[in-house]
């Protein structure tokens, strides 16, 4: 890989046209939204959407989630004949939906589940497996280590940490230490996610884990510039300077042209409110632009307010945080 700042994946977040801009600013690895194992959604339009890949994608990593190993050794299978490099396996999303069926990070509760899921779907498939997991189930259970020790003994090839439990979901400082821990204790790499939102940050917790590169998540919502200036300060020492704003009006207009083209007009120009929000919420003049840029129903009108919106700031002189 070209470098040791990975995109992490994030539903509803990290679709097609969102990780072609991370890996345009230096992403090292992409990764898609989850995916179901259960073959029955394999035709939904959420389930094809999220298996769109550009050509560049490169190597191309699908993360699925589900509880039967069965289910998840087919899934691999089905994503390595339509294109899949890598399959990543999520054991750490906590959301309801996906714990409510026990997958994602409830799997945690249940060691010997993971060691047969682990060893089912590394057989299945001749592409890297990885795991995406977190230090444990609650802070009483914090199993991380034991899991981790699994998945190198299932032949896993690459572990991503999410230094909290389960039931810390996002609250909370994130547990470095066990993150350390885990990386002292096994031979395969470790990435650690988690709260990383500083190029600072990405250096004193490199040296601090040991890991072998970090995973951005929500600091890379409407920042995809972070890579880039991960990459460079860890590459010479030096700090970027953030984008001007005429950087940031190119690259969320030509994003949210990407979503109108994927999406269609009608979900593009809803699933944009939310980038043009992370985008500019750091400019002073976006508490007047707000209401009226989420009652905008058309991606022309879309496109030119967001450029209105820039034009004046530019004038006015402002600076994006
Ligand atoms: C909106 C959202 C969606 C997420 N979806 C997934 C997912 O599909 N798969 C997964 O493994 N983790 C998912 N996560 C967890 C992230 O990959 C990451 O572990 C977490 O956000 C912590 O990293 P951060 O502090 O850099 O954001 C999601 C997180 C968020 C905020």
Known sequence: ????????????????????????????????EMVASDAKLRNSLKTRERLIFSEDEKPRSVQIVGSDPMALAEAARFNVENGAQIIDINMGCPAKKVCNVAAGSALLKDEKLVA????????????????KTRTGWDKQNKNGLSIAKIAEDSGISALAVHGRTRECAYKGGVEYETIANIKSRINIPVIVNGDITSVEKVKDVLDYTHADAVMVGRAAQGNPWIFREINEYLNTGAKLARPTLEERQKVLTDHITN????????????????HIKWHCEGIQRYISYKNVINKIESADKQLAIVNQFFHQSIMEGEKAA
Not at 14 to 31: E, N, S, V, Y
């Open 1 to 32: 890989m070209k470098g040791r700042a990975l995109l992490a994946p994030m539903a509803g977040v990290t679709d097609k046209p969102f990780r072609d801009i991370c890996r345009q600013f230096g992403a090292a690895l992409t990764t898609s």
């Open 116 to 131: 047969t899921i682990l060893e089912t779907v590394v057989k299945a498939v001749n592409v890297p497996i990885t795991l």
């Open 259 to 274: 979503l109108y083209l994927f999406y269609g007009e009608y979900r593009g120009v809803r699933i944009a409110r939310k």
